[in-house]
């Protein structure tokens, strides 16, 4: 259960649900996801609320703080919790393990692959993650990008072949050099504070790993 600090949706509340506490990882608790924090009272709330780890303080289930998603979206009904990455580019639907094809059912599915059709047009992604397993989901179809931890990332290139350009998803540890390389050239307030050499060291990298991937 959170106390909101941010704006939660009229008549919406965290009161008789703690998925949030089984299915998200908590790395301060050891807690990985799908299995239930060992200082949740299920149904009820945190047993140690007042210090539960900051994880905890600056998650905001996104039923809660969104009304486009519908009332069905209600965690202890749908066993499935929303979250928005806080740079706002990925939606990940996290799903209980218990009941794994909760997320291909209706009304989730078409709701789902909705969010994918408007994500793809804003350089955007939707992903299911089962525990550790993560489906990538495009308006073209699903893609399972395996095993993807707290410490990964998925980053997204389009690709050129004989039917078109299409979207590939890749997993990236978050310490790889290659994201600040990307960042450098992407971010325009990260290119005008670097050099003349970092900017040429970032795409010589970038280059090189994009060769790498297509091999």
């Not at 900017?199 to 090189?208: C, F, G, I, R, T």
């Amino acid at each position: 259960m959170n106390e909101p600090n941010v704006n939660y949706v009229e008549g919406r509340s965290c009161d008789g649900c703690t998925m949030c506490c089984k299915l998200l990882q908590i790395r301060a608790l050891d807690k990985p996801r799908s299995k239930w924090c060992t200082h949740c009272d299920i149904g009820v709330g945190c047993k140690i609320y007042d210090e539960r780890p900051s994880e905890c303080r600056d998650f905001h289930c996104g039923f809660l703080i969104n009304a486009n998603f519908g009332e069905h979206w209600k965690p202890t009904n749908s066993k499935l919790v929303i979250a928005l990455a806080d740079d706002a580019n990925q939606l990940t639907v996290f799903v209980d393990p218990d009941r794994p094809e909760a997320w291909r059912k209706e009304p989730f599915y078409s709701d789902i692959k909705n969010w994918a059709r408007v994500a793809a047009k804003n350089n955007r992604r939707v992903v299911v993650s089962i525990g550790y397993e993560v489906i990538a989901v495009t308006p073209d179809g699903e893609t399972s990008l395996g095993q993807v931890s707290d410490d990964q990332m998925i980053i997204e290139r389009r690709k050129r072949g004989a039917g078109g350009t299409g979207v590939e998803q890749i997993v990236v540890n978050r310490s790889d050099p290659i994201l600040e390389a990307m960042r450098i050239l992407k971010d325009p307030e990260a290119a005008k504070n670097a050099s003349p050499e970092q900017l040429a060291e970032a795409k010589h990298m970038v280059d090189s790993w994009l060769a790498q991937q297509d091999e």
